[in-house]
């Protein structure tokens, strides 16, 4: 059932591509318009939604934080992301023009449920991005935008987070398509531009084997740090969480542009720390302001493993290690930088002879409050 790999979760990570393509059939017209035929919101409903807030937890709130970004730039709809816990029991401003987005893997999430729930219960329109048909939130729900990730067993989401991500994307190029503007006509090319991406995926998974022997190299390392800008930054979240999932190993992300505001204190001789590098042609010149941050944390005696697509040479001086992946746009390259620190994960848990797909203390699906 493992098909022929060691665990679940190296399984689920080579279906990526899959999950990814999966997600995004029969989403579009043959004029490549997006229809979501299983939505259960009116188009006049949907167009008079003037805020987003996505409820979830763990893996799926970073999915979350890359949809602000995005759905931010292609909609124009102001966007929060809110852990599902602490959303039920602060006083959230929400009402029947408000969208709140739920993301889930499993659908019983008791968190993100009670959001739910409260969140119908203050009258807003409620939709669930969710991977397991049938499940509960997606029936308390007056939406559901389904994921094809297939069965997810691992505890720790891989496969999951990267067809909730495409999901979140579909959702924001709707609403841009639906409310016209300046990004609505944007929709079609980044929707053909996602399809690409499967390809782009599983040419990354054949060049994990640099990956792995970095993370059998680092079997006792008791820290590790992600850095990350706009959506690379919810990007070293997961990271981050991964490592602590799986090789309980004392992990944190952090957004590069606070590096100097604190956590730059915690760089001295040998600290690992994982950079996602933008890509070049990301706007306001975050590419080179991070490869700056790269610099500074090199001078302070980093050990710098740096996440930049093919083609990006202004890393290499200040790298100690460079991974690739392949370019994409700006916006939809979570999809990809991702994917190596999964696999860096994996393997630093297998070092150890940890369980990799039940960790200590964790189950997939939490059913309590
Ligand atoms: C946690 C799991 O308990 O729940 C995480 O260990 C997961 O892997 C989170 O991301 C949310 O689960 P779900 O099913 O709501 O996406």
Not at 101 to 126: C, P, R, Y
Not at 192 to 212: F, T
Not at 310 to 323: H, L, R, S, T
Not at 353 to 368: I, Y
């Amino acid at each position: 059932e493992k098909g022929g790999y060691a665990t679940f979760m190296e399984k689920e990570i080579n279906e990526q591509p899959h999950a990814v393509a999966d997600t995004l059939l029969g989403r579009t017209d043959e004029s490549g318009r997006l229809v979501l035929d299983e939505l259960r919101i009116s188009e006049e409903q949907m167009r008079a939604v003037d805020k987003i807030v996505v409820v979830a937890c763990g893996t799926a709130a970073y999915a979350g934080m890359v949809a602000k970004y995005a759905i931010e730039h292609w909609a124009r709809i102001p966007v929060e992301v809110a852990l599902a816990h602490e959303f039920r029991y602060a006083d959230p401003v929400v009402d029947e023009r408000t969208l709140v987005v739920s993301i889930s893997q499993s659908g019983e999430t008791m968190d993100t449920l009670m959001a739910v729930k409260h969140a119908n219960d203050l009258g807003a329109l409620t939709i669930s991005v969710c991977n397991t048909h049938g499940s509960t939130i997606p029936r308390e729900s007056d939406a559901v935008l389904y994921t094809h990730a297939g069965p997810e067993i691992a505890v720790a989401s891989t496969k999951a987070f990267l067809a909730q991500i495409t999901a979140c994307y579909i959702l924001g190029l709707y609403l841009a398509q639906l409310r016209g503007g300046t990004y609505a006509d944007d929709a079609a090319s980044v929707m053909h531009e996602l399809q690409d991406i499967p390809a782009k995926i599983s040419d990354l998974l054949g060049r994990m084997d640099r990956v792995k022997e970095i993370a059998r190299f680092m079997a006792d390392t008791r820290s590790v740090l992600f850095l990350g800008r706009n959506v690379g930054f919810p990007v070293a979240m997961e990271g981050a969480l991964k490592l602590k999932e799986l090789a309980y190993i004392h992990a944190e992300g952090f957004a590069a542009g606070e590096l100097k505001h604190g956590p730059i204190a915690l760089i001295d001789a040998g600290q690992p720390v994982f950079i996602i590098v933008p890509s070049p042609d990301t706007p306001h010149e975050l590419h080179k302001k991070v490869v700056s941050n790269i610099q500074e944390i090199r001078a302070r005696g980093a050990r710098t493993l740096v996440i930049a697509v093919d083609g990006d040479e202004d890393v290499v001086p200040f790298a100690d290690e460079v991974i690739r992946v392949p370019k994409c746009s700006p916006l939809l390259q979570p999809l990809l930088t991702v994917v190596p620190l999964q696999v860096f994960a994996l393997q630093l848990s297998t070092a150890k002879g940890l369980d990799v797909d039940q960790p200590r203390n964790l189950a997939k699906s939490v059913t309590v409050e």
